[in-house]
């Protein structure tokens, strides 16, 4: 299956299409602006002071605050490689996981690739169980209402699987499919159990 995942390609300024503008703003300004500051102290010109100095001000102002809007804003979209089905077995039982679209998902098809990830996981608050990730993956949190079956992203390595429903700021990885036909926590067990995750290409 083909996903699209928002990306912020990195943080530095695309000074493509406005680059002329952008430079005049951030570099040319600036520097004239310090330059009428520095005249007017010279000739102690208090109404010039006054005047340079506020643009002095406001343009440097300008530039710490105008990179962040731009970085903000400058999000390119593209296509993840194409990837198999994220298989989660418990003991016998076997379940498709359903990604959702976020990039710390397809991080974690790449982690895994051809070879499979073995957890074990703990209950905590009675309605997940959760395992430590041995890496890292990006995260979007957004504040969630999770459902059984929803495997969610916490701290960016904490794995959750969950069998209840809970609020919280979580990243989704996706939820398994067709939940409603298991006996989702007789499954999962109480205390620990050992999850495998592969990719089903």
Known sequence: MKKKIQKNENNDIDFSGGGILLFIILVLIPIAAIYY???????????M????GFALITTL????ILPKIINRFNYKEEVAEEVGTLIMKVNDTKFVVELDNTIAASELIKEIGREQLELEF????DFEKLAILPFNLSTSDKEITTKPGDIVLYQGNILT??????????TKIGSIKDIEKYDFKKILG????TIIFQVDE
């Not at 102002?61 to 710490?64: E, F, K, N, Q, S």
């Not at 699987?161 to 979580?170: A, E, R």
């Open 37 to 47: 500051f520095i005249v007017s102290i010279i000739k102690k010109n208090n109404n």
């Open 49 to 52: 002071l006054r005047i340079s």
């Open 61 to 64: 102002a300008l530039v710490v």
């Open 122 to 125: 703990n209950d905590y608050g």
């Open 161 to 170: 699987i969950h069998y209840g429903s809970n609020t919280w700021f979580y």
């Open 190 to 193: 109480e205390g620990k159990v």
